[in-house]
């Protein structure tokens, strides 16, 4: 694993030379870079082996507990073959690592400006004539982390990574959850987190997260205990997703309720103190310029609200997309899915308690 922080490039040039308090003050930082070479994770439950990966304390409705034996959690490199033959990997480039920063919350604006932003970013995409296909055969060159090429030395930086669980529910039988993708990618991925002042009657961490993710192979199953017997494997072939959420105009709220901030549902408390939520709040909440006229064209009184939601409607960088090659469904060709210039208005996620 290898760390680089901003220094100056002469500094790296001529080897590393001991800094006096004067030439330490004219450096300027620009994060921390993480590069992992040869790498790979692999853990799991295996009592025999003295190794324990055991979630519990959660009950089901009916008030049994339901224990969760992770039986598998892997990252490796291409090849992987759903763990049982785990490879290596490097996991960002020196040219382009993964990042940890703190930027100034005023390049991101609305309720970041001011502040400083924790950022912790993936490899960033890169102009379509320098980067790779993000699929194989696919269009989008923009990625830059490559496929293995023993010829040309590359180890490559395509993951394969996967989850399998064994879930326990009262007295009925066990079931096992299995997921597996190949050769992913997670280029231009990041999380910006910020707080609230003082004098924010909302106190609560917020920020904004960009989830890509391209693998040509993800699948989804479920099974007997053991997974011997997946019949109905569900196969999301040259997948895509590039997810937003969070923007300048809308934060993503993210804390843990209170008491007093009880969820209810028809009724019922559904979510209470200890339970996480997400929340981006609908625009109107985000800001409430006054309405633009029945023309819908503006006035010399508010063209800056006409000005306002036309930029909110068309920029790219709120949208989100998600498309598949080709869905499987038991082996069943389903055909391609696209999901294309999504913009989340509204959106509240909130654990629930199962008893």
């Not at 692999?42 to 009592?47: C, I, K, L, N, S």
């Not at 997810?243 to 019922?268: I, K, R, S």
């Not at 998600?322 to 294309?340: C, D």
Request: hydrophobic share 35%; charged share 25%; with cysteine.
């Amino acid at each position: 694993m290898l760390f680089l922080s901003g220094v100056p490039a002469a500094v790296w040039a001529s080897g590393m030379e001991p800094m006096s308090n004067r030439e330490m003050a004219d450096v300027r930082g620009q994060g921390v870079g993480i590069v992992m070479e040869d790498f790979r994770f692999a853990h799991g439950h295996d009592p025999d082996n003295d190794q324990t990966f055991r979630l519990s304390g959660i009950t089901n409705k009916a008030g049994e507990d339901v224990e969760v034996l992770v039986d598998q959690l892997y990252i490796g490199g291409s090849g992987s073959e759903r763990g049982e033959n785990l490879q290596t990997v490097n996991l960002g480039r020196l040219t382009n690592p993964f990042g940890i920063d703190l930027l100034d919350g005023d390049g991101i604006g609305g309720d970041a400006a001011g502040k400083a932003v924790f950022e912790y970013a993936a490899p960033e995409k890169v102009a379509q004539d320098q980067g790779v296909a993000c699929l194989p055969g696919g269009t989008d060159t923009g990625c830059v982390s490559r496929a293995p090429n023993p010829e040309q030395d590359i180890r490559g930086e395509r993951m394969d990574l996967g989850f399998q669980a064994t879930v326990q529910s009262g007295s009925a039988p066990a079931k096992s959850v299995n997921i597996h993708a190949e050769k992913a990618v997670v280029d231009g991925s990041y999380i910006q987190l910020w707080g609230a002042t003082s004098d924010d009657s909302r106190q609560q961490l917020r920020g904004r997260i960009q989830t890509n993710f391209y693998t040509p192979s993800l699948t989804v199953s479920a099974c007997e205990q053991g997974g011997t017997s997946c019949n109905t494997e569900i196969a999301f072939n040259d997948f895509m997703m590039e997810l937003a959420l969070g923007n300048e105009h809308q934060p993503l709220f993210m804390g843990v309720l209170g008491v007093g901030q009880e969820v209810m549902t028809d009724g019922e408390v559904v979510a209470g103190p200890g339970n996480f939520r997400l929340e981006l709040k609908a625009i109107n909440d985000a800001r409430s310029p006054d309405p633009i006229n029945e023309a819908g064209d503006g006035s010399s009184d508010d063209n800056a609200t006409y000005d306002f939601y036309s930029d909110y409607y068309s920029d790219d960088e709120y949208r989100s997309d998600i498309e598949v090659g080709s869905l499987e469904v038991g082996g069943q060709e389903m055909g391609a899915t696209r999901m294309k210039g999504m913009l989340f208005q509204k959106l509240d996620v909130t654990t629930r308690s199962l008893d």
